[in-house]
Structures are given as structure tokens and as C-alpha cells.
């Protein structure tokens, strides 16, 4: 899920043409096959159509948010993550390639055994990808045609395939043995699936909150629009601020993993422990809350609600659930609780993600600065890394008042302003500050009345290091100072 609104609107764009040209999920299925759709995200020297995560990661939302049911994200973002793996090649017939990870199969003779349950899709597969283990420090990753397996269908809540998969001495297209253990790889295609559910729930969570924006919107009760009702508005402020968690949450993770496609998220797993635990979260509550503003009407069929609740429901169910998340999060959290805030502000921010929670209805313009550490010069002395410290509840007090300074100067409908601290190098995010207003011009001063003020308010103390070895603290300066008190006439 990219910012690049420009690339996310022509995927939409052609996702939507295709599912009104078909006339069903499989006839939009082969459109999409097709049109090289279902491959975006793997490279074309893999058997792909190209692109990045973040690629194929619109893709995947552009088919939940069109409310339809198809093995995009399990293809294009859990099985490409098997197959690059593997450096294996996407099969040139393959129509759609299902992962799963078979803990207990056994090969012979070039032939896999196996049984596997509810695996997502199996039923429309033309080839599967099996993660085994293959000795205790290698994993095998195979490639077969699903021709070859028994195959009992099921389904989730929402009527999507989980089928069983039977393998009984099955011929393999391709095997690659990797010399990892298979609870690693076997943990990567988890946190893979689990990435490609936070997206196809930030983006379900999307389109329930304009369906029923634009429900309470139409439907008139006591001589007026219900979204005028106190109560329902309240209930609409909750549903959007879910909806942008799940958004915000996703693009951190995205923006983290730099290759679920074409390389490992095991850098990740934070932030993918993060998304997966809050989009499972707001699934629930996004669902609960546009059904009891829809009222009855949103469980009939005919009405499209009921298609994206029944898979938020069967989504946060999937590669993991929220506890199970939350525990993986709170187990990785655990080993910083001595500097649970250091750690927190030591980590990088993801910008895309913080401007996404700061947009809703009332919001006309959205201005940021970003800051960024520079390898400047002192003396000829070349600037090779910056040292921020502060006082730990000290410091975000002052950020809070001043944050509350500029909402009490203009009229801003969000405020975020984040400040790392640790030791940076040049390149390195430093400080984000954003704020939003029905009008830009709010939104410019407040940020512009930010930026200023944190430069000289806020207790943080800088300590410049330089190639030489020598290490400094940076002195206050005094076009700062009046920056700053230039907004107190």
C-alpha cells in the first residue's frame, strides 16, 4: 500500500473495469491473469510481471476494497516469499501458485507425502509450494502441480476456499534445499501471510467506512440525515480512526519489510506483529459498528456489507490472531523494558504512515517537515554521526504542551510531532512534525510554529561526532531563539 496515490488510483482503476467486465470471481481471476495482474511483485527474471512489495500489496488492496474474494495476496506476496526462497522460477502455466508449509511430509524418490488443512485457495491451484523440513538445519522448498494432489474443499466465513490437501507420493516440478531450519522459513511464510491480511484489512476497513458514511448520509430518520445524530457521529469517528489505524499500521509494516517478495521479513516481524495485531483488532470493531449503523439491512444478502464483514471476521482469524500477535509483540518488547521509550524513539519513523492517521472528513490540507541528519562540515571537520539525549518524562511533557500550543493558535483537525533520539547518521530521520487543518494555510503555520519551537523548547541535547574522533555538543543558536520568538510578538 503505497502513497504514490497516483499508481493506487490506475490499479484501482483496472481492478474495478475487470470486475465489471466479469462476470464472476473466476472470470475476474482470469482477466487479472491475464492482464499480468496476479504476478506483480515478482520479478520478471523470476517469471513475474515486475514491480515491488508495495505493488503487489495494491493489488491485493484493490481486490479486497472491490469486495471480492481471490488468491491475490497469497500468490503474490506468501508464495513469491516461498519461491524467491528458493530461487525458484514461477512456472510459465502457472495460473495461480498456493504456499503452505507441510511439517510433516516426506520425499522419496523425487515424490512428496503429505497432509496439509485449510489451506488458503488450494481448490484453484494450478501448482503448490511446499516449505518441508529436510534434515534439522535445512528446509526443502517444492514445487508441484495440484493435478496431482486430492484436494477436499472448505471454506471460511466468508466463502473463500481452505481446502485440505492430500499428497500421496506426488511428482515434484521443482525441489530447492536451503540451509535454514524449517521453523524459520516455516516463520517467515506466517509473518508473510499475516502482512498480506493487514492489507487486505486496512482496506476492507476503508470501504465499510465510506459505505457507511455514505448510508447514514442518505438514510433520513425524524426529518433529518442520521449522521447528524450525536450519537451516530461518535460511532463514524470511531469507525474512521480504526480504519486509519489499520492503514497506518500496514504502511509501517510495508515500508519495514523490503522484501517479502525478494527477500526475508525477518527484519520485520515487529512491525508485521504490530499491523496484524491492531488490523485484527479494528476488524472487529469496524465490522461491529457499520452493522449497527446499518442496522437490518446490512445482513442481507443484496446488500454488499455484509461480503467485507464476513471476511474482516475470517481475515483477522488467519496467520495468526490478534493474541497470538500481541504476544509475539509484547515477547520482542519484553527485551527493552529497562528503555522501553529509548528504544521507541530510537527506531525510525515511517512518514507515510503517520500523514494516513492525520486525514479524515474536515481535513482540506495536510502540511509536514521532515529533518534529517546531514553530514555537514565544521572546521573541515566532516559531521559522521549525531548523538540526541534527553530526560525521559520530561521531554514528553514538552512535546505534549507544545503540540497543545499549536492547537490552541489554529484550528487543526491532527497534530504529530515525533523526535528520535540515540545515535544517528547522516541520512537518518531525525524529527517529523505534520499538522492538519481545514484550510492550508493553518496547517502551514502550525507546522512552520512547530519546528520552530522545537528547536529551542524541547530538552534535547545534541553531540555532534566527527571523523576525526572528536565529539562536541551543538550550541544553541540564535536564529533559532528568534525563529521561535518571532511568534510572540
Known amino acids: 500500500m503505497s502513497e504514490d496515490t497516483e499508481m493506487?488510483?490506475?490499479?484501482?482503476?483496472?481492478?474495478?473495469?475487470?470486475?465489471?467486465?466479469?462476470?464472476?470471481?473466476?472470470?475476474?481471476?482470469?482477466?487479472?491473469?491475464?492482464?499480468?495482474?496476479?504476478?506483480?511483485?515478482?520479478?520478471?527474471?523470476?517469471?513475474?510481471?515486475?514491480?515491488?512489495?508495495?505493488d503487489a500489496a495494491e493489488v491485493a488492496a484493490a481486490i479486497a476494497g472491490a469486495g471480492i474474494g481471490l488468491p491475490v495476496a497469497d500468490t503474490a506476496i506468501v508464495a513469491a516469499r516461498l519461491l524467491t526462497a528458493g530461487g525458484i522460477r514461477l512456472p510459465e502455466k502457472a495460473r495461480c501458485v498456493v504456499p503452505a508449509c507441510a511439517p510433516d511430509a516426506t520425499t522419496s524418490a523425487g515424490t512428496v507425502s503429505a497432509h496439509v488443512r485449510r489451506v488458503p485457495w488450494a481448490s484453484w491451484a494450478s501448482h503448490l509450494v511446499l516449505a518441508c523440513p529436510a534434515g534439522q538445519e535445512r528446509t526443502a522448498i517444492i514445487l508441484l502441480e495440484a493435478q496431482g494432489a486430492t484436494i477436499s474443499r472448505g471454506a471460511n466465513l466468508a466463502d473463500e476456499p481452505r481446502d485440505d490437501i492430500r499428497l500421496a507420493s506426488v511428482p515434484a516440478v521443482t525441489v530447492a534445499t536451503v540451509d535454514r531450519q524449517y521453523s524459520d522459513v516455516a516463520g517467515e511464510v506466517r509473518a508473510a501471510g499475516a502482512l498480506a491480511r493487514s492489507v487486505q484489512i486496512a482496506a476492507a476497513a476503508q470501504q465499510v467506512l465510506t459505505m457507511t458514511s455514505r448510508y447514514c448520509t442518505e438514510r433520513v430518520q425524524f426529518g433529518r440525515p442520521i449522521a447528524a445524530l450525536q450519537a451516530v457521529q461518535q460511532q463514524l469517528a470511531e469507525l474512521a480512526a480504526e480504519s486509519a489505524a489499520a492503514r497506518a499500521a500496514t504502511v509501517l509494516a510495508l515500508s519495514a519489510v523490503t522484501g517479502v517478495a525478494a527477500g526475508s521479513t525477518t527484519g520485520a516481524v515487529t512491525e508485521i506483529a504490530m499491523a496484524k495485531a491492531r488490523t485484527s483488532r479494528a476488524a472487529g470493531l469496524v465490522a461491529g459498528i457499520a452493522h449497527q449503523l446499518h442496522g437490518a439491512i446490512g445482513v442481507t444478502r443484496e446488500y454488499p456489507l455484509q461480503r467485507y464483514s464476513r471476511a474482516l471476521w475470517s481475515w483477522r482469524e488467519e496467520y495468526g490472531t490478534q493474541a497470538y500477535w500481541s504476544q509475539v509483540l509484547a515477547t520482542r518488547l519484553a527485551g527493552h523494558d529497562d528503555d522501553l521509550w529509548g528504544w521507541l524513539t530510537a527506531r525510525d519513523f515511517e512518514p507515510g504512515a503517520e500523514l494516513a492517521l492525520l486525514g479524515n472528513e474536515e481535513t482540506g490540507g495536510i502540511a509536514s517537515f521532515i529533518g534529517i541528519v546531514r553530514a555537514g562540515q565544521d572546521n573541515a571537520r566532516r559531521v559522521v554521526a549525531l548523538t540526541l539525549e534527553h530526560y525521559p518524562g520530561m521531554t514528553e511533557k514538552a512535546l505534549d504542551r507544545i503540540a497543545a500550543e499549536a492547537e490552541s493558535r489554529w484550528e487543526l483537525t491532527g497534530c504529530t510531532v515525533i523526535h528520535r533520539v540515540g545515535r544517528l547518521l547522516p541520512g537518518d530521520n531525525i524529527v517529523f512534525v505534520a499538522a492538519s487543518s481545514p484550510h492550508r494555510e493553518a496547517a502551514l503555520q502550525a507546522t512552520a510554529f512547530l519546528i520552530d519551537w522545537l528547536k529551542t523548547s524541547a530538552p534535547f541535547w545534541k553531540a555532534e561526532e566527527f571523523e576525526t574522533g572528536e565529539r562536541e555538543w551543538v550550541a544553541a543558536r540564535a536564529s533559532d531563539e528568534a525563529a521561535a520568538m518571532a511568534w510572540n510578538p
Open 8 to 54: 493506487r488510483g490506475a490499479i484501482a482503476d483496472a481492478v474495478g473495469q475487470a470486475a465489471q467486465a466479469a462476470a464472476d470471481a473466476p472470470g475476474l481471476y482470469a482477466t487479472l491473469l491475464r492482464d499480468g495482474w496476479t504476478a506483480v511483485g515478482i520479478g520478471e527474471g523470476e517469471g513475474g510481471s515486475g514491480g515491488d512489495l508495495a
